[in-house]
């Protein structure tokens, strides 16, 4: 049992590129998100799932895109990175909304 | 607006003092309030409140939640160095958003020798 896994756990992008965040648990949760944290600021929420082929937008979902299309994976795209997506991102996933989010490892994700 | 503010946003102290760390939230249709520790790497579940005036405790951990009054606290009792931490607090809701977990900023304590 992995937990939440997330890869890579290092990135460094140029302006401009594209690229998918990778994110799977294998406890069969149906829950999963996406936050960036950022000095100072806390997690922010960026996107989150509630079941295979359910997703919503959370606080700061411009620049991002998801899909969920089996129970473990919950892939993040950056459609162009920009500089201001320099930050860490963890993803997260729960049996439900009555229980806690177990978080990922992290990924840190540098833009040029 | 669902806002979740934590203060104090820093905190210095030394071993052995007791903390209280403080977690406000506005939201209508309230599901849970979550803690969190996070060191150098990802968070790590602490309490989960739903119920007013219940508190849940942990070694020299403990929180409680007002729901009247839209807080929670965090205690931390005999400090020690491996309690230097930012702590955050995390509000879930019913409604059109549920399951949307929304964070304050954290609080960063540091425990001195």
């Known amino acids: 049992n992995a937990g939440v896994t997330q890869t890579p756990k290092f990135q460094v992008l140029k302006t401009g590129q594209s690229m998918t965040l990778q994110c799977a648990q294998d406890?069969?949760?149906?829950?999963m998100s996406w936050y960036r944290q950022d000095p100072g600021m806390g997690l922010r929420l960026i996107h989150y799932?509630?079941?295979?082929?359910?997703?919503d937008q959370g606080e700061v979902p411009n620049g991002y895109n998801v899909s969920r299309s089996t129970t473990e994976d919950f892939p993040l795209r950056l459609l162009s990175a920009a500089p201001s997506q320099t930050s860490v991102y963890f993803c997260?996933?729960?049996?439900?909304?009555?229980?806690?989010?177990?978080f990922g490892p992290g990924t840190r994700l540098t833009v040029t | 607006e669902d806002k979740v503010v934590q203060s104090p946003l820093s905190l210095v102290v030394h071993e052995g003092d007791t903390v209280t760390l403080n977690c406000s939230y506005e939201?209508?249709?309230?599901?849970?309030l979550l803690w969190y520790k996070q060191e150098k790497k990802a968070p790590t579940f602490l309490f989960m409140l739903?119920?007013?005036?219940i508190e849940k405790k942990s070694g020299r951990l403990s929180s409680i939640l007002d729901k009247k009054e839209l807080f929670s606290i965090l205690n931390i009792t005999a400090t020690q160095t491996g309690d230097s931490a930012i702590y955050l607090c995390?509000?879930?809701?019913?409604?059109?958003?549920?399951?949307?977990?929304?964070f304050g900023k954290g609080t960063k304590l540091s425990v001195k020798p």
């Open positions: 799932s509630v079941g295979a082929g359910i997703t």
């Open positions: 997260a996933s729960s049996p439900g909304l009555s229980y806690e989010q177990y």
């Open positions: 939201v209508t249709n309230f599901r849970s």
């Open positions: 995390g509000r879930m809701n019913y409604g059109g958003s549920q399951g949307n977990l929304i």
């Open positions: 406890m069969n949760h149906e829950y």
């Open positions: 739903t119920s007013s005036g």
